[in-house]
T-cell receptor, first 116, second 114 residues
Framework: DSGVTQTPKHLITATGQRVTLRCSPRSGDLSVYWYQQSLDQGLQFLIQYYNGEERAKGNILERFSAQQFPDLHSELNLSSLELGDSALYFC???????????????FGEGSRLTVL | GENVEQHPSTLSVQEGDSAVIKCTYSDSASNYFPWYKQELGKRPQLIIDIRSNVGEKKDQRIAVTLNKTAKHFSLHITETQPEDSAVYFCAASKILGTGNQFYFGTGTSLTVIP
């Protein structure tokens, strides 16, 4: 168990719909990352937050948005869904508030989104 | 920005043989190089990492080497076993005070044939 919690684990929805994926980082971790992994593909970096602020942006579509809340949990919103958005979405966290910054990235179990 | 290239994309070895996966990076400021193993349908998990002030690190059957001058690092798995079959991702990272940045390679699918 990495300590990173993602919900829901599975989600099936239709094209044109909107969904929200939720992530709770490891206790005390300040940085949250979102990755998209399509079938047999690599880890596509979407966006990173650090202590509530957007820190870096990757190949995130305009239909997607995210935020990190004061309690450090994060949400990824996907709207106007298309078939190609079907993927495994991973959240990861890093950088403990009090601990030495070891650099390690801890992944959640992922949210599998299927768009029909 | 950083660019990480990973080779090969697929690798098949006989059980007991060694496997080597290579990555190159472009940003000399990267100072942390982790390797992640991802089994089918599971989350990536850290298996070994190395910092820029170290040339080699070993943990039982796995080892990582880093050549800062050439900007490349490699994962070596010896005495491979069927349970080593997975996708392996390398990454180059900058450890920063305001949130580390990670750049992943495209992954290597390793199959160990019993």
């Amino acid at each position: 168990d990495s300590g990173v919690t993602q919900t829901p684990k599975h989600l099936i929805t239709a094209t044109g719909q909107r969904v929200t994926l939720r992530c709770s980082p490891r206790s005390g971790d300040l940085s949250v990352y979102w990755y998209q992994q399509s079938l047999d593909q690599g880890l596509q970096f979407l966006i990173q937050y650090y202590n509530g602020e957007e820190r870096a942006k990757g190949n995130i579509l305009e239909r997607f948005s995210a935020q990190q809340f004061p309690d450090l949990h994060s949400e990824l919103n996907l709207s106007s869904l298309e078939l190609g958005d079907s993927a495994l979405y991973f959240c990861a966290s890093s950088v403990g508030r009090q601990a030495v910054n070891t650099g390690e990235l801890f992944f959640g179990e992922g949210s599998r989104l299927t768009v029909l | 920005g950083e660019n990480v290239e990973q080779h090969p994309s697929t690798l098949s070895v006989q059980e007991g043989d060694s496997a080597v996966i290579k990555c190159t990076y472009s940003d000399s400021a990267s100072n942390y190089f982790p390797w992640y193993k991802q089994e089918l349908g599971k989350r990536p998990q850290l298996i070994i990492d190395i910092r820029s002030n170290v040339g080699e690190k070993k943990d039982q059957r796995i080892a990582v080497t880093l050549n800062k001058t050439a900007k490349h690092f490699s994962l070596h798995i010896t005495e491979t076993q069927p349970e080593d079959s997975a996708v392996y991702f390398c990454a180059a990272s900058k450890i920063l005070g305001t949130g580390n940045q990670f750049y992943f390679g495209t992954g290597t699918s390793l199959t160990v044939i019993p």
